[in-house]
T-cell receptor
C-alpha cells in the first residue's frame, strides 16, 4: 500500500512565524501535491511538483512556497504565517494519471 | 471552467443502500474517482473508473458512469455506521496534473 506521511497532525503557530509542513511518500511517485481544505470551499491546490526540484503553482499559491530536494519529500513553507492560513493541509502523491494518494492531513491553526 | 458537483448531505438507515451522485463538466475527463474522508483524517481512495467503462463493482461498492450525461454515482450496499463520512468525487484528464474535486457529500448512517 502507498504510504504518504505528514509529519504533524496538529500545529499551532503565531502570526508572522515561518512554518514548515513536511510530507514523505514511500512509493517512488513522480508527482506530489499540496492542497488546503476549508469548509464550503472544498480542496484547493496550492502547489505541485512533477520531479525533484520542479514545481508548479496551483490555484492559490500566494503566501506559500515549496521545496522538493528529494523525490520522496515535498515541503510546504508558509513564509510568514497569517490567520487566514488556518486550515487543513493535505499532501498527496501519484504516478502520472494514477489516483492521488493522500496523507492524513495537518490541521494548522495560526493565532 | 471545469467543475464537479455533488449534493451536500445524504442520510440512510443502517442496512439500506446508499447512492451518492456526482456530475462533472469536462468531457475530456479520463479518470473518475471516489474518495472517503473520516473526521480529522485525509482522503482515502475508495475506487475509480476509467471513462470507457460503464460500471465497476468492488465488494459493497458499485460505480456507475453515464458519460453522455457526465454523471457518476457510487452505490454502497448494506450501508454500515462505519460508512458515515464525507465522500468526494474527483475527475482527472489523462496527461494533466489537474484533479477537480467536488465539495463532498456527507453521508450519515442511522442505526
Amino acid at each position: 500500500d502507498v504510504k504518504v506521511t505528514q509529519s504533524s497532525r496538529y500545529l499551532v503557530k503565531r502570526t508572522g512565524e515561518k512554518v514548515f509542513l513536511e510530507c514523505v511518500q514511500d512509493m517512488d511517485h513522480e508527482n506530489m501535491f499540496w492542497y488546503r481544505q476549508d469548509p464550503g470551499l472544498g480542496l484547493r491546490l496550492i502547489y505541485f511538483s512533477y520531479d525533484v526540484k520542479m514545481k508548479e503553482k496551483g490555484d492559490i499559491p500566494e503566501g506559500y512556497s515549496v521545496s522538493r530536494e528529494k523525490k520522496e519529500r515535498f515541503s510546504l513553507i508558509l513564509e510568514s504565517a497569517s490567520t487566514n492560513q488556518t486550515s487543513m493541509y493535505l499532501c498527496a502523491s501519484s504516478f502520472r494519471g494514477s489516483p492521488l494518494h493522500f496523507g492524513n492531513g495537518t490541521r494548522l491553526t495560526v493565532t | 471552467g471545469e467543475d464537479v458537483e455533488q449534493s451536500l448531505f445524504l442520510s440512510v438507515r443502517e442496512g439500506d443502500s446508499s447512492v451518492i451522485n456526482c456530475t462533472y463538466t469536462d468531457s475530456s475527463s479520463t479518470y473518475l474517482y471516489w474518495y472517503k474522508q473520516e473526521p480529522g483524517a485525509g482522503l482515502q481512495l475508495l475506487t475509480y473508473i476509467f471513462s470507457n467503462m460503464d460500471m465497476k463493482q468492488d465488494q459493497r461498492l458499485t460505480v456507475l458512469l453515464n458519460k453522455k450525461d457526465k454523471h457518476l454515482s457510487l452505490r454502497i450496499a448494506d450501508t454500515q455506521t462505519g460508512d458515515s463520512a464525507i465522500y468526494f468525487c474527483a475527475a482527472n484528464t489523462q496527461g494533466t496534473y489537474k484533479y477537480i474535486f467536488g465539495t463532498g457529500t456527507r453521508l450519515k448512517v442511522l442505526a
